[in-house]
């Protein structure tokens, strides 16, 4: 089992930034991917950024440029830095983590921008 707690959301106006922090604690030999995924209201999930353990990274087009992941894999943790942010990055933030084959997700934390 692994468990995931979030931690950074808020309220930002547009144009500012937020730092989202994840901490995975658990049985488990180690992490391969963790990464970001978002929901905003009446939207499906999305993926926002993963990175793998070797330290390659994938980003939502939407979000290149703007956000940046960044990983520990000692600490078992993985960041999001998001600059520029937009009214339409509005959503739930989840942060996931791949142990073997399986999905493991935090709570998610609310990240609302105001325009």
């Known amino acids: 089992q692994v468990q995931l707690v979030e931690s950074g959301g808020g309220l930002v106006q547009a144009g500012g930034s937020l730092r989202l922090s994840c901490a995975a604690s658990?049985?488990?030999?180690?992490?391969?991917?963790m990464g970001w995924y978002r929901q905003a209201p009446g939207k499906q999930r999305e993926l926002v950024a993963q990175s793998t353990r070797g330290g390659s990274t994938n980003y939502a087009d939407s979000v290149k440029g703007r956000f940046t992941i960044s990983r520990d894999n000692a600490k078992n943790t993985v960041s999001l830095q998001m600059n520029s942010l937009k009214p339409q990055y509005t959503a739930v933030y989840y942060c996931?983590?791949?142990?073997?084959?399986?999905?493991?997700w935090g709570q998610g934390t609310q990240v609302t921008v105001s325009s």
């Open positions: 658990g049985s488990y030999c180690y992490i391969n991917t």
């Open positions: 996931t983590a791949v142990v073997v084959t399986r999905d493991y």
